[in-house]
């Protein structure tokens, strides 16, 4: 099981990248791959045919790979291409394939070098190839070319970042072996998102095209600028060969004689070229693969989770079944009726934590909107005085009245009573505004069936505009009711006793119905706004309001008080918000010009909203602190000196005053218990009742079933695409749970210095020149290559070896010992007259190992290749 599971770890990858490719997810899950980066010239397209073994890549000047190329590579006893765009073509022509490519690549991008970061999905199945899955990226440009903008040279590193970024992707880093290394733009790249080398791969590329004498020797063997996963060197094709149409595998058999010939790489040819490069990428991806099996797994179960609630409705689904429009319709007026109930009447489930919503909003009209809108028209004392005056005097006429009228009374209450008309027929208006964006809300759920929704919307919004007339006469009615009886023998009336005794009662600012204690109104933050910079400037506090002061605090532990301001007096007025402000403002003053704050005649309060504005105004409406009048204090006064009041008269005024101020209250009390529960009867209670009950008739009614519940083409997309990749998920889970992988992997090398890649403006020595003789820098043994100049130390027996040994390393003696006898005509170094047990070619200067014992024959014994060879 575990082999077969390992074996099948690619092709997994490959299933999951068909699937989210199909849905234009690919990009949501980040799976294992090898992200193939380099420069224009380095050799990509080239390293990549030689994996499949044909030419399909498009060739040309400046930049060719304008999109993402995903290449999925699998082992077949077929051989054949498959783009995931047209899926049901096999491409058996490898020149067609080129040609698709640059098709797809144009019709994304256009015809003159636009790039794009949309992939293109490529999958190969070939006898010569191994599993693997590799994207070819674009290579790094400098210099834009035909439709190019100026910064493509960054948009061609943002792209190739977004790819080589995710940890799950191992970088095959691509670059030229006749370029100086530590400027190599792939390894740059590789260095910033894998600082320790724990996914990057080398490559070096036209190793046949180096100077004469120069060789990569050192870089493959990762002593110059060193990787943890080390270099391996690949021969590819000359352009002269491709245009040649020379065989690949022709190419591949001169690409290993190349490196048993050549004396730098001939000792390591085993370790270089093609095959061995796609071997070792197939055994670390699938290595990659297991390592990141336990994150991927829990990404995919995520995913999976994720999709339940939206697969549920399609897990079932055929499309053949008759009976499937009937029940998708029956399902979706329950569902519809469902959540419309718990949107008004409030669920645990699915809850809105950024905006109230449906009950909670009608809530609020109920319980601050209205009550706001009534206690408004309660303000203008003056008027109501004035009216009472007039009407007092109009009903005595010629003669002095000695009685308080009731006729002025029931004249003026009345008055009154028609004015809630206004208010009560606002709250039916905002009341349904609030239930038809309900309605919107809860059908956005039947945008699989665009008719459905537009026809069920048309049905419940009628409804609720039938309700609507019939709730506003019983509103009506009930005002109506109330103007038709003034019923003085109310046991919450105070009666003329009572008005009378009030009238006694000096220095009575406020009266607040119902409440005998003071009782905390309303808590909450705002901002003082108009507080002068020098003095600290706006500051938001816990601000408190009672029935009988406005305080606040610097938090809600309300600890440190940092004033109380008194409500007598104190009227609201509104403020036009700043033109760099958000905040919504409104202020409180004193009537009698006094300070109200320290030196502030008036303190602005900002709230964050206009709602939260209303509210507040509702809260200090319910203290007894009203809105300013609109009317200037000269009309008033023009008004006022109009007619003279005497004593009597003004008596008779303010019990009237007291009379109408306690049954309007009464009457208030009332309107406000009754709009409610008249609303939520005639209009909420019964739009449910509709939903339930009558909706599916009317449904059926308005249209033919088959129209109704026929599905949108996006939708029908969207189900087969959720039901391709919730299926490929829990398959790929099934698999990865077979999968076994207690197996060993390779462990990654341990870190190397890579200071190289840490300076930006670093260059790396040349590519090594071998003359016969170097000085090689300090602290490094000298690699001897062959026999030195002159005659040999020790002479080398008939059947020994035919290649030198490397050095043994010793103690350096007094003389310098890395100093190179370059002269030919010089005297042979000293050779003492016992043979001694050291390999041949070694320089002189070097101390030797005691002499061996007398008349005992030197062995020579054959190193084995050390790593520095």
Known sequence: MGNRGMEELIPLVNKLQDAFSSIGQSCHLDLPQIAVVGGQSAGKSSVLENFVGRDFLPRGSGIVTRRPLILQLIFSKTEYAEFLHCKSKKFTDFDEVRQEIEAETDRVTGTNKGISPIPINLRVYSPHVLNLTLIDLPGITKVPVGDQPQDIEYQIKDMILQFISRESSLILAVTPANMDLANSDALKMAKEVDPQGLRTIGVITKLDLMDEGTDARDVLENKLLPLRRGYIGVVNRSQKDIDGKKDIRAAL??????????????????????????????????????????????????????????????????????????????????????????????????????ELSGGARINRIFHERFPFELVKMEFDEKDLRREISYAIKNI?????????????????????????????????????????????????????YPRLREETERIVT???????????????????????????????????????????????????????????????????????????????????????????????????????????????????????????????????????????????????????????????????????????ENEDGAQENTFSMDPQLERQVETIRNLVDSYVGIINKSIRDLMPKTIMHLMINNTKDFIHSELLAYLYSSADQNSLMEESADQAQRRDDMLRMYHALKEALNIIGDISTSTVSTPVPPPVDDTWLQTSSGHSPPPQRRPPSVVLPPGRPPAVRGPTPGPPLIPIPAGGPSFAAPPIPSRPGPQNIFAANNDPFSAPPQIPSRPARVPPGIPPGVPRRPPAAPNRPTIIRPAEPSLLD
């Open 253 to 354: 058999a001169a690409e290993r004689k190349f490196f048993l010939s050549h004396p730098a790489y001939r000792h390591m040819a085993d370790r270089m070229g093609t095959p061995h490069l796609q071997k070792v990428l197939n055994q670390q991806l699938t290595n990659h693969i297991r390592e990141t099996l336990p994150s991927l797994r829990s990404k995919l179960q995520s995913q999976l989770l994720s999709l339940e609630k939206e697969v549920e409705e399609y897990k079932n689904f055929r499309p053949d079944d008759p009976t499937r429009k009937t029940k998708a319709l029956l399902q979706m007026v329950q569902q519809f009726g469902v959540d419309f109930e718990k949107r008004i009447e409030g669920s645990g489930d699915q809850v809105d934590t950024l």
């Open 396 to 448: 005595h006429g010629v003669r002095t009245g000695l009685f308080t009228p009731d006729l002025a009374f029931e004249a003026i209450v009345k008055k009154q009573v028609v004015k809630l008309k206004e208010p009560c027929l606002k709250c039916v208006d905002l009341v349904i505004q609030e239930l038809i964006n309900t309605v919107r809300q809860c059908t956005s759920k039947l945008g699989s």
């Open 462 to 632: 009628t409804h609720i505009r039938e309700r609507e007339g019939k709730t506003k006469d019983q509103i009506l009615l009930l005002i109506d009711i109330e103007l038709s009886y003034i019923n003085t023998n109310h046991e919450d009336f105070i009666g003329f006793a009572n008005a009378q005794q009030r009238n006694t009662q000096t220095n009575k600012k406020r009266a607040i119905p119902n409440q005998g204690e003071i009782l905390v109104i309303r808590r909450g933050w705002l901002t003082i706004n108009n507080i002068s910079i020098m003095k600290g400037g706006s500051k938001e506090y816990w601000f408190v309001l009672t029935a009988e002061s406005l305080s606040w605090y610097k938090d809600e532990e309300e600890k440190e008080k940092k004033y109380m301001l008194p409500l007598d007096n104190l009227k609201i007025r509104d403020v036009e918000k700043g033109f760099m402000s958000n905040k919504h403002v409104f202020a409180i003053f004193n009537t009698e010009q006094r300070n109200v704050y320290k030196d502030l005649r008036q303190i602005e309060l900002a709230c964050d909203s206009q709602e939260d504005v209303d509210s507040w105004k509702a809260s200090f409406l319910r203290a007894g602190v009203y809105p300013e009048k609109d009317q200037t």
